[in-house]
Antibody, heavy 116, light 111 residues
Framework: QITLKESGPTLVNPTQTLTLTCTFS??????????VGWIRQPPGKALEWLAL???????RYNPSLKSRLTITKHTSKNQVVLTMTNMDPVDTGTYYC????????WGQGTLVTVSS | QSVLTQPPSASGTPGQRVTISCSGS????????VNWYQQLPGTAPKLLIS???QRPSGVPDRFSGSKSGTSASLAISGLQSEDEADYYC????????????FGGGTKLTVL
């Protein structure tokens, strides 16, 4: 059974850097074809894809946010970390981690509020 | 502004058939497969349809997907009250080094 869970701060000050961790089980990021991604959703709005990291360390980013995002994997810990710099109130929303593009699993999501 | 275009809302009565459209371009739907996701109120999305028309195990056969050219559709037959949710299409986009794109979502109301 594949499970994913997001963890990180619930409140971030504007201009700060957000660091989110996805801890997963039921699969390995050393297996060919496997990836872990991040998707966010502002309150009452649509889903927005952020980034994905593959088993071979190939990384893909949303072009509109690429300059602010970094995705890394810690294979031995079954974790993927997403950092987003220069947070703004418009970045408020629920952040989900997913197995690849959500075909086999989504985390429950973590609500991040950006406010001073 | 989402890369893929969906109608913001759709509705139907129990038992009806409803379709939700998703329009893209040659760099996404026109050359890649489409996934559909269902998001029930207050929950994380879940995969409903993959690779244009494949239903994961556990998804009722009332749900079906299709693709033609640069557009895709999700059809729900025998509409039930529990189908009231937000529906999102998504696909890989080949431009700008490749990235995943979503539609703006369609809120389905069962009248």
């Amino acid at each position: 059974q594949i499970t994913l869970k997001e963890s990180g701060p619930t409140l971030v000050n504007p201009t700060q850097t957000l660091t989110l961790t996805c801890t997963f089980s039921g699969f390995s990021l050393t297996t060919s074809g496997v990836g872990v991604g991040w998707i966010r959703q502002p309150p009452g709005k649509a889903l927005e894809w952020l980034a994905l990291i593959y088993w071979d360390d190939d990384k893909r980013y949303n072009p509109s946010l690429k300059s602010r995002l970094t995705i890394t994997k810690h294979t031995s810990k079954n974790q993927v970390v997403l950092t987003m710099t220069n947070m703004d109130p418009v970045d408020t929303g629920t952040y989900y981690c997913t197995h690849r593009f959500g075909e086999l699993g989504w985390g429950q999501g973590t609500l991040v509020t950006v406010s001073s | 502004q989402s890369v893929l275009t969906q109608p913001p809302s759709a509705s139907g009565t129990p038992g009806q058939r409803v379709t939700i459209s998703c329009s893209g371009s040659t760099s996404n739907i026109g050359s890649q497969t489409v996934n559909w996701y269902q998001q029930l109120p207050g929950t994380a999305p879940k995969l409903l349809i993959s690779s244009n028309n494949q239903r994961p195990s556990g998804v009722p056969d009332r749900f079906s997907g299709s693709k033609s050219g640069t557009s895709a559709s999700l059809a729900i037959s025998g509409l039930q009250s529990e189908d009231e949710a937000d529906y999102y299409c998504a696909a890989w986009d080949d431009s700008l080094n490749g990235y995943w794109v979503f539609g703006g979502g369609t809120k389905l109301t069962v009248l």
